[in-house]
């Protein structure tokens, strides 16, 4: 009995034993020091290259000109030759006013020119008349005693006044001409013709309306709407941040809903240079030539615009952006480790996008980045290809 209990005693021991030798081996400084595993990652190398691609824009066809006309003169209709869709030529008659007060300012005026004229021809043979006499005089008092000195000067003092009279007369024909002529110039306005070749788009107004220069009812209406439709601009706004280099004469293809599936070019022809404040896009335009009238002003477009740079810059894969609350960055490996890199990411080809940032060229980056991976964790890296060929 006795050697059995001193048996058990002695196996409990050894249990206890054994227990604490374990647990002190489990919270060895060792054991709890131990570094973290390099986390597995895919890399790619920053290439540089110059950018060029092609880039969709939404733009709009305009007329290379269009004006509205409006009456320089108070009149009412009279006439009105065409009608929306009439095809016109520079120099047609569009319009016809009649206004007849014109007429009675033409009478008064032609009256004054013939008064003017009048008053001309008694000046001068009233000079004639006067100077012939003073030549008399003169003549004669050559001779001594024969005309007093006095008589012969009231005389030259006379022709004198009638050649002041002639000229004033002459500066009244002219005055009284000027005035006819600005009359006929006025009674010009009265047929209304068109300024160039185009297309009659709008027609607002018909015979018997009272129209005037900006007074009346109908004052700021225009009568006649009319666009150049042989000639079409391509208005296109360039985003600020894809402006690139432009060339004028660069072609450009285009496409428009009216005809699908068909593609349209046009050199480009002005680019303004400078930012529209509001929109921040720079407007620049194309000539289109459209003499067959296939495409219609005012129409949408959609631009397949050519972007490229003349100097290079660095892509990488789009797998390799990433941001967080704060950061656009790429993870960078250097010496076995992570290193956050913030970037300004620009136009995206073919699945790589451009960055710039504290980069070079042949740098690797993690080609799948995440916020996951910390600046300064160690990584195990696995060479990819190249991320451009």
């Given at each position: 009995m006795r050697r059995t209990l001193?048996?058990?005693?002695?196996l409990m021991l050894a249990v206890l034993g054994c227990n604490n030798a374990s647990s002190d081996k489990g919270s060895s400084p060792a054991a709890s020091s131990a570094p973290a595993a390099p986390t597995a990652v895919t890399t790619v190398p920053v290439v540089s290259k110059k950018l060029q691609t092609t880039i969709t824009l939404p733009a709009q066809l305009e007329p290379y000109e269009q004006v509205d006309i409006y009456p320089k003169v108070t009149g009412f209709v009279e006439s009105v030759t065409v009608d929306r869709g009439s095809h016109v030529q520079r120099g047609q008659?569009?319009?016809r006013l009649t206004a007849p007060e014109l007429t009675s300012q033409r009478s008064q005026a032609e009256a004054a020119v013939r008064a003017a004229q009048s008053q001309l021809a008694t000046a001068q043979a009233k000079l004639t008349s006067d100077n012939a006499t003073y030549q008399h005089m003169?003549?004669?008092?050559?001779?001594?005693g024969v005309l007093a000195e006095n008589d012969v000067a009231v005389a030259g003092q006379t022709v004198s006044a009638d050649k002041g009279l002639v000229d004033a007369a002459e500066q009244n024909i002219a005055a009284a001409r000027e005035a006819l002529s600005s009359v006929t110039q006025t009674e010009s306005y009265l047929n209304i013709t068109a300024p160039f070749a185009g297309v009659v788009t709008a027609r607002s107004l018909h015979p018997g309306a009272l129209i005037g220069p900006g007074s009346g009812q109908?004052?700021?209406?225009p009568i006649l709407q009319i666009v150049d439709d042989r000639r079409l601009r391509l208005v296109v706004p360039i985003p600020e941040a894809q402006v690139g280099d432009m060339k004028a004469g660069q072609l450009?293809?285009?496409?428009v809903p009216a005809y699908p599936g068909q593609t349209f070019k046009a050199p480009i022809q002005r680019i303004s240079g400078a930012m529209d404040e509001k929109s921040r896009t720079m407007p620049v335009e194309l000539d289109v030539q459209n003499r067959d009238g296939r495409l219609s002003p005012g129409s949408f477009t959609t631009v397949s615009w050519p972007l490229q740079r003349s100097y290079p810059t660095l892509f990488v894969p789009a797998s390799a952006v990433t941001t967080d609350q704060q950061h656009t960055f790429v993870i960078r490996v250097r010496n076995g480790k992570a290193e956050w890199v913030t970037?300004?990411?620009?136009?995206?080809?073919?699945?790589?996008?451009?960055?710039?940032g504290d980069l070079s060229a042949g740098d690797r980056v993690v080609k799948a980045a995440t916020d996951a991976i910390h600046s300064g964790d160690p990584v195990r890296e696995q060479i990819s290809p190249s991320a451009s060929k």
């Open positions: 001193l048996a058990s005693a002695a008659l569009l319009v003169l003549a004669a008092s050559k001779t001594p109908n004052g700021s209406v450009v293809s285009f496409a970037v300004q990411i620009g136009q995206t080809v073919s699945g790589e996008i451009e960055v710039f």
